[in-house]
């Protein structure tokens, strides 16, 4: 089978020989580089460290951090770092064993060294706790961010409770009681300076506050009608919470009365028709 004759290539010829870069105390080409530069010098002026003519702008970063400025700690290497603050060709020379003309720090290059706060405390006035970052602890760390606390720990605005404002007049609570906003000096508000009316209007009545085992029983069933008349001063045990009762109980233990002491049921019925005139046909509800 003939041999195909050699192509002849069509158009202009290969480049042979190529100028040196412009830049100075720079020997290499300005084979695949551009603007009279060669490949290394064009992409600084690419990443703006030196300007159109090739003068240097700024030296590139040296440091512990592989950012995106940050170049191979061997002098006229601009490469980036891959390990240890070297590039790959000088790492895997160092590696080998070759001397690459830099000191080569220990294992950790590049880590942030964060100090130590095992022994110390949040330097803010009267916080016990160990500090977090920059000498806080957590909480105040947040409230810092939060433009509540200077870089000190002076306090520049006072906190709010939750974070929110509170609504003004009266609301209700998830079990139908109305809250109130509790009166200067009131001892033991909510987080939210908020109070249950039907007790703020028992305290006022008796001149005290109302201890955890004191309750305020609703007369007329409404829990929100918080008159006066209308509220009464019991404990738990002689009023314990709905969540607390049994109604099948609660009707066991009246059959078992009615059947076993008539005349206590009796008693029983004229006591609650005098507690409660209001209310008719007591014994036919528990007949």
Known sequence: MPRKAKSTRMGRPPRESWPTCKVEECERTTKGGCRG??????????????????????????????????????????????????????FQQWRAGVDVGVEVPERGFGRKQAPSYKEHVCFVVGCPSRPITRGMCSKHT??????????????????QSLGRKRKPGPIKDGAGYVLVVAPDGYNGPMRDGRVLEHRLVMEEKLGRGLGPHELVHHINGV?????????????????PPAHEMDVSLLEEALQHLKHNDPAAFKALL??????CPNRPHQEDCLS
């Open 37 to 90: 530069m060669c490949s290394t010098h064009y992409m600084q002026v690419r990443r703006g460290m030196r300007d159109e003519e090739g003068v240097l702008l700024r030296a590139p970063k040296r440091v512990s951090s592989y950012g995106a400025e940050a170049r191979c700690s061997v002098p006229e290497c601009f490469r980036r770092p891959k390990g240890r603050g070297l590039c790959s060709p000088h």
């Open 142 to 159: 947040q409230q810092r961010a939060a433009g509540i606390l200077d870089e000190e720990g002076n306090q520049l605005r006072p906190l």
């Open 223 to 239: 829990k929100t009608d918080n008159r006066i008349e209308n509220l009464q001063l019991r404990t738990r045990k002689t009023h």
């Open 270 to 275: 004229e006591r609650i028709t005098d507690e």
